[in-house]
Nanobody, 118 residues
Framework: QVQLVESGGGLVQPGGSLRLSCVVSGSMASMVVMGWYRQAPWKQRELVADITSGGRTNYADSVKGRFAISRDNAKNTVTLQMNSLKPEDTAVHYC????????????WGQGTQVTVSS
């Protein structure tokens, strides 16, 4: 069973930065796509960014130029660097894995709260 554990959430002022980390149990090298999603009150869960095993990245339009996703297979870690944070970025953020090429699946972390407020 794959386990994803997030950390790094917290309270930050507008314009500030946070760095979220997701540690994956076992080997992450074969996991095709890793991603970060977020869900704000009264809203649907939405993709923030994802990254393939080959390093291809994809970002929501609302975070392009501000956020950066990366992965380190050797450390089994996915990170999301969030800069120039805005109040509308406030949400619970979830790490996600789509499994491997041969064993596709759907795994989620427990979530970490990001609050952007003065």
């Amino acid at each position: 069973q794959v386990q994803l554990v997030e950390s790094g959430g917290g309270l930050v002022q507008p314009g500030g930065s946070l760095r979220l980390s997701c540690v994956v149990s076992g080997s992450m090298a074969s996991m095709v796509v890793m991603g970060w999603y977020r869900q704000a009150p009264w809203k649907q869960r939405e993709l923030v960014a994802d990254i393939t095993s080959g390093g291809r990245t994809n970002y929501a339009d609302s975070v392009k130029g501000r956020f950066a996703i990366s992965r380190d297979n050797a450390k089994n870690t996915v990170t999301l660097q969030m800069n120039s944070l805005k109040p509308e970025d406030t949400a619970v953020h979830y790490c996600h894995s789509g499994g491997t090429w041969f064993s596709p699946d759907d795994f989620w972390g427990q979530g970490t709260q990001v609050t952007v407020s003065s």
